[in-house]
Structures are given as C-alpha cells and as structure tokens.
C-alpha cells in the first residue's frame, strides 16, 4: 500500500540558509499534518492544511511558512535557519471522509541538520 | 490544551518478559494511537484505540475512554521491540504526544 512519502529524507544547512521539505500525501487523503521532534523529544504539532487550505496551527515559528497544492502535496518552507531548527520533521496524513478517518499515518521523517 | 502523559519513561525488559506502558489524557480524546519509534526515527502505527481493546501479535492495547487512560501490553518481548513508545491522541485532528516511554529489551 502507499504510505505518506518526505523527501528529502536528509538535508544538511548552514545557518540563515533556507531548506524546503516535500510531502506527498497518501492518494486520496485531504488532509496534511506537519511535526517537529527535537533530539530526545516527543514530535510537536506545527500546522496543518485541509483541502488546501490551513486547517489548524500549532507552535511554528513566523520563520517558517507551509502550503498544500493543488495535487494535495505540502511544502514547508524554513528561513534564516537556526541551530535549534535541527530536528526530524515528520508529514502525516489522512482522509477524513472515511471509516477510522481519525488515523493518522506519518511519513519516515525528514531529517534536517543545521550547522 | 490536552496533556499526555506516559509512564513509565524509561523500561529495561529481558528478552521474554511481559511490560505494560501507561497513557494518562488531561480531557477526552476522540483519537488515541500508539506509535513505536525504532532506532532509525521511524514512526510505526500500531494501535488506533479511542476506546475497547484490541491486539496484534505480542501486541494489545485498552483504552478506557470514560476514564481517560489507555494502556498498551508487550508479551513476551523481543530485542527488536527496542527504542520509544509514543501514545498520542487529540480531539481536533491533530495529535499530541506524549513524552514516550523508551524501552529497552536486554538478550
């Protein structure tokens, strides 16, 4: 079956440089969540989008900006990146019209090193 | 908003003994799921139990709703069942975590 796919699984950055994480959602979800997890730490809600549009936010930083397309991937952009931006961000999705809709099922993680 | 929390937070196990993880929710949740997160970051789905029991394997999970707690049973563990269970639940879609209970299973 097709799982929620991240890409780029890792992405090494300097400082006050930007990084863009992809996430293709499992065919037919609507829905798309985004997560931070820190070294150590349990994954954090950052935002979300239904049907295209921002559903729900979490605690992103104003640095940080996402979006669902029009083919229901989602892009989370990160500028002037920080040392504490280092982290696994995970994507998750579900569809919320059918049967268990409140599954959430997560992508691999993408994991981001800032230098 | 909800709070989470799972005990214990960390667990040492020898291979083939039994454990059970406890998750605790502030308020009612009308998602519950428990994760294993293995050594490579990876988060693995194994239970979506807003309420009842159900197994999989050497795994069971309880969740009892009107009490606000779920736990979730290992038998007869193995080394691979290594690395950090996460419970999470909500009521608006997304999920909180809780802090994860890191277990450890010694051959």
């Known amino acids: 079956a097709a799982g929620v796919i991240q890409s780029p699984r890792h992405l090494i950055k300097e400082k006050r440089e930007t990084a863009t994480l992809k996430c293709y959602p499992i065919?037919?979800?609507?829905?798309v969540y985004w997560y931070q997890q820190g070294p150590g730490q349990d994954p954090q809600f950052l935002i979300s989008?239904?049907?295209?549009?921002?559903?729900d936010k979490g605690s992103i930083p104003d640095r940080f900006s996402a979006q669902q397309f029009s083919d229901y991937h989602s892009e989370l952009n990160m500028s002037s990146l920080e040392l504490g931006d280092s982290a696994l961000y995970f994507c998750?999705?579900?569809?919320?019209?059918?049967?268990?809709?409140?599954?959430?099922?997560f992508g691999a993680g993408s994991r981001l090193t800032v230098l | 908003g909800i709070q989470v929390e799972q005990s214990p937070p960390d667990l040492i196990l020898q291979e083939g003994a039994n454990s059970t993880l406890r998750c605790n929710f502030s308020?009612?949740?009308?998602?519950l799921q428990w994760f294993h997160q293995n050594p490579w970051g990876q988060l693995i789905n194994l239970f979506y139990?807003?309420?009842g029991t159900k197994q999989n394997g050497r795994l069971s999970a309880t969740t009892v709703a009107t009490e606000r707690y779920s736990l979730l049973y290992i038998s007869s563990s193995q080394t691979t069942d290594s690395g950090v269970y996460f419970c999470?639940?909500?009521?608006?879609?997304?999920?909180?975590f809780g802090k994860g209970t890191k277990l450890s299973v010694k051959p």
């Open positions: 998750a999705s579900r569809f919320q019209g059918a049967v268990g809709a409140n599954v959430l099922t």
């Open positions: 065919p037919r979800h609507d829905t």
């Open positions: 989008f239904y049907e295209k549009m921002q559903s």
């Open positions: 308020d009612s949740v009308n998602n």
């Open positions: 139990i807003p309420s």
């Open positions: 999470a639940g909500g009521s608006q879609g997304n999920l909180i």
